[in-house]
């Protein structure tokens, strides 16, 4: 079963920032947290992952608690390319259901 | 650089039939991953390879379904004796070896194969 637990679906209005939460309480000290998307039946791309400090790169910034149970994933200007699901998980490598995220004009 | 390559990206089996899913992996990558989706579900890990060694093969089913990682060639997900549940879309990751077994580089997938079943 996968360590991680996040929303089943979330909407966003295009331009704004969508803010993908996920939940991993389970963590281990050295396990990293990894963000990946799935667009429509396509193979998953990687988007970000961290350790304990927040990262920011071309795609999305990722908040990670200072407990790490939980992060969030930060897509700042979300267009309607961003629809996707939106899987977050840690390094066992056991993907959940992930969330769909819908981008509405 | 290549990506993760997966081949075919289509293949029709009939039942009983054998399936050879290949998945060759990022350059200077030596770790494989194999995972299987069902339609409207999440991925689910199958098997965890190195270069000649299976390191995890836990989600793999116990019966029909091995894998393979040889020094040299692609990794292959064998299924002897296909049935129709077996249908479903197979996607092959890589990542390099840095440190521990469990490396912190993520995994970089291919674009699966899709496998039905007659």
């Known amino acids: 079963d996968a360590k991680t637990t996040q929303p089943t679906s979330m909407d966003c209005a295009e331009g704004r920032a969508a803010n993908l939460p996920c939940n991993h309480s389970?963590?281990?000290?050295?396990?990293?947290v990894y963000w990946y998307r799935q667009i429509h039946s396509q193979g998953p791309q990687y988007i970000i992952h961290?350790?304990?400090n927040n990262e920011t790169n071309e795609m999305a910034s990722l908040i990670i608690t200072e407990d790490r149970k939980s992060s969030t994933l930060i897509l700042p200007h979300a267009t309607l390319r961003d629809t996707a699901v939106y899987y977050c998980?840690?390094?066992?490598?056991?993907f959940g259901a992930g969330t769909r995220l819908t981008v509405k004009p | 650089n290549a990506g993760v390559m997966q081949n075919p990206r289509h293949l029709v089996r009939r039942r009983g039939q054998e399936a050879r899913l290949r998945c060759s992996p990022m350059?200077?990558?030596?770790?494989v991953y194999w995972y299987r989706q069902l339609p409207e579900e999440g991925l689910k890990f199958m098997v965890y390879?190195?270069?000649?060694?299976?390191?995890?093969e836990s989600g793999m089913p116990k019966e029909r379904f091995s894998a393979e990682f040889p020094k040299e060639g692609p990794s292959i997900l064998r299924i002897q004796q296909v049935v129709r549940g077996d249908s479903a879309a197979y996607f092959c990751?890589?990542?390099?070896?840095?440190?521990?077994?469990?490396?912190?580089?993520?995994?970089?997938f291919g674009d699966g194969t899709r496998l039905s079943i007659l």
């Open positions: 389970t963590i281990s000290g050295n396990e990293y």
């Open positions: 998980i840690v390094n066992d490598m056991r």
């Open positions: 350059k200077g990558h030596s770790h």
């Open positions: 390879l190195q270069k000649e060694n299976i390191i995890d």
């Open positions: 990751a890589s990542s390099p070896v840095v440190g521990d077994v469990y490396s912190n580089q993520p995994q970089h």
């Open positions: 961290g350790l304990k």
